[in-house]
């Protein structure tokens, strides 16, 4: 099939082969993709976890067997910054890049030597309820927004729900009109428990931002930057401002 796999901290990945084109996702460090098509510098790639596509730098991505590929694990980087070694130097990578490549933390792909020293986080065995889920979520606080991010360096929002699920061993698709065709509708603001996704919309009725409620009147999301805010039934208010800033559209739930 032709695999390759993001080495970098986060790669980004970009609506046409051009570096001032606009970054539409990331591909995170450990994460595969396939082969669409390719120019002198970039790679169109298909994501493996989201199936999102996009350019990305060709020399940001390494070629990886489809053996390997396919066989790789759901395994997290556990904490906000986790150490790595390539070939003996050091390099960082963010909270939640895929480690599915690794075994008993070291990973041969390609020509290099990769060995995790942080910390390992298990979806498999995270459990969906309320203390967990804080405690991932809260992990961004304070992240900067950035268009198509999906890491602690820079996330939007629809990266970020689908990030802090990821943990839980939880797919979301890449994009908030996507989550929110998702999952079962949660009929009031009061019925809803930490961890359920919030949508809002525009003028124009289409889905443009998701939060993650921690309770039925408070709300976590990228807006400017991953922040706590109050929502009620009308949307979000900033808790510092008192300020509107996004209309509530529906509640969904995926437990």
């Known amino acids: 099939m032709g695999y390759l796999v993001g080495y970098t901290a986060a790669a980004p990945l970009r609506a046409e082969a051009a570096h001032r084109s606009e970054m539409v996702s990331q591909l995170l460090f450990g994460e595969t993709a396939t082969v669409l098509d390719s120019t002198k510098d970039f790679v169109k790639i298909r994501c493996s976890y989201d199936g ?7 020399s940001q991505l390494l070629e990886v067997s489809d053996e390997q590929a396919e066989a790789a694990g759901i395994q997290l980087a556990a904490d906000f910054v986790n150490p ?5 130097t050091p390099m960082q990578i963010p909270m939640g890049a895929s480690l599915g490549l690794f075994q008993n933390s070291t990973a041969q792909i390609g020509p290099f030597h990769f060995a995790y020293r942080g910390v390992l986080a298990n979806p498999a065995a ?3 309820e309320p203390g967990q889920i804080r405690q991932i979520a809260m992990g961004y606080l304070h992240t900067p927004y950035l268009w198509g991010g999906r890491s602690v ?4 929002c629809s990266g970020y729900a689908q990030q802090v699920y990821r943990f839980f061993n939880k797919s979301l698709p890449r994009d908030a009109y996507q989550q929110a065709e998702l999952g079962e509708v949660v009929g009031f603001l009061q019925e809803a428990v930490t ?5 809002f919309d525009n003028e124009e009725g289409r889905i443009t931002h998701v939060g993650i409620l921690l309770d039925a009147a408070t709300i976590i ?3 400017g930057k991953v922040r706590i ?15 509107r800033t996004h209309r509530l559209r529906l509640i969904k739930s995926y437990r």
């Not at 360096?153 to 939007?156: L, R, S, V």
């Not at 961890?195 to 949508?199: E, I, N, S, W």
């Not at 009308?234 to 008192?242: A, E, F, L």
């Open 126 to 128: 995270a459990i969906f």
């Open 153 to 156: 360096f820079g996330i939007d």
């Open 229 to 243: 805010d109050k929502i009620d039934n009308m949307g979000i208010i900033r808790s510092d401002t008192g300020e």
């Open 52 to 58: 999102y596509e996009g350019w990305c730098q060709r």
């Open 84 to 88: 790595m070694e390539l070939d003996g």
């Open 195 to 199: 961890g359920d996704l919030a949508f």
């Open 221 to 223: 999301h990228s807006s």
